[in-house]
């Protein structure tokens, strides 16, 4: 099977316990490398720019990530400067032209997650992914990118609304702040099922050490310990690619609600920064199952 992925490839400068670590990143890497642990072929609908270092594409090429040609535009590839801080800090330094209509009309794949970083994929942009839906008939949206302000020195705010026609989005994977912007402040299941309302299959909420999802009429709640990890980099990116390839290929809700949480503690678990900490299929799996027996669940 083959998922379809838009959103830029960034460049990023972690910074976290004392130490910078540069870091190829962004949702096209995260959940690209995730969903080829699930066995998943990989097309990007992406942008970077001239700049675009020569090992950051043998990394993607390693991981059978093909970058096309077309993808390659003038000017700079997005870079981000992360400060594992608190709260996180956030700071873009550039930004590569946003993605067309075109790049995403002739892609053939079996499902899509759309996930912008700063404003790269524009509604028609959206609209095109939403009616070329792949044969699983799944579109996974991140509304992240939609949150983001830049103010005059490139630092990230986050915007307390934002308006996004949700008709054809099959799952969401929203944390608290973003839940609250799209449900104009609700907030927990009452914020879930405002979203359902709208025709949203599968809501998937992330707060401090809990996943939630909404699925019909059932709420589902996955608790996690405290990781100490040196970097949560792409955290959420991890857990929507996971949950996508799972359940397109299992069809089950459950398990794909597992398989997202276990794939964002096998990620924490290992320790690493950037892209290093995407795990290995059988740590996924193995903490999947242990999930599998410990989730919560309640009639709404």
Known sequence: MKIGIASHIVLDTIKSGGSTVQSLGGPACYCGIT????????????????????????????????????SIADGPTTRFMLEDSEPRKLVLQSKCRPISEQDIADMKVDCWIASPVIDEIPASVLEAIKKNRGKKDFVMLDPQGYMREVDAAGGITLKDKIDIDLAGITAIKADSQELAALTDGLQGVEGMKALQARGVDFVVTTEHRVI????????YWIKLRDIDTPDATGAGDIIASAFTCAWVKEKDALWALCFGAGALRAALETGKAGLAKIPPMSKIESSASYFYNTVSFKDV
């Open 35 to 70: 969903a080829r642990r699930f066995g998943f072929d990989v097309e990007l609908a992406t942008r970077v720019g001239s700049d675009f270092p020569d090992d950051a594409r043998n990394i993607l090429r390693d991981n059978n990530i093909p970058l096309k040609e077309r």
């Open 212 to 219: 939630h999802m909404l699925h019909k009429d059932m709420h």
